[in-house]
């Protein structure tokens, strides 16, 4: 098993930055990647961000944005967005995976993601 907590969040005015925080315990040796996904009211669950060993991957909309690093015992997955907009309002979640796939756009969906955690609030405010 492995548990999420996420940090951070909270009410952002327009233009400003947020940095959100997921730190992993339990078996986390058996993570192959953690990600961040958002969910905003009436819309689906959508992809931002994800790292999987080195490799850092960013949802297309937030190229530019949007920076994902984990700590060197990779249990822990820092999102931070800049330049953030009334848009960019949703409930985010870190998630993990146990399963490790040759291509990368396994892990734009939340299929492949077997842990997530309560979800953090961010309002942005114009």
């Known amino acids: 098993q492995v548990a999420l907590l996420e940090s951070g969040g909270g009410l952002v005015q327009a233009g400003g930055s947020l940095r959100l925080s997921c730190a992993a315990s339990?078996?986390?040796?058996?993570?192959?990647?953690m990600a961040w996904f958002r969910q905003a009211p009436g819309k689906e669950r959508e992809f931002v961000a994800a790292?999987?060993?080195?490799?850092?991957l960013v949802a297309d909309s937030l190229k530019g944005r949007a920076t994902i690093s984990s700590d060197n015992a990779k249990t822990t997955a820092n999102l931070q967005v800049n330049s953030l907009q009334p848009d960019d309002t949703a409930v985010y979640y870190c998630?993990?995976?146990?399963?490790?796939?040759?291509?990368?756009?396994?892990?734009?969906?939340?299929?492949?993601?077997?842990?997530w955690g309560q979800g953090t609030q961010v309002t942005v405010s114009s």
């Open positions: 998630a993990a995976s146990l399963l490790s796939y040759p291509s990368e756009r396994y892990y734009y969906s939340t299929r492949t993601y077997a842990y």
């Open positions: 339990g078996r986390t040796f058996t993570m192959s990647a």
């Open positions: 790292i999987r060993g080195g490799q850092a």
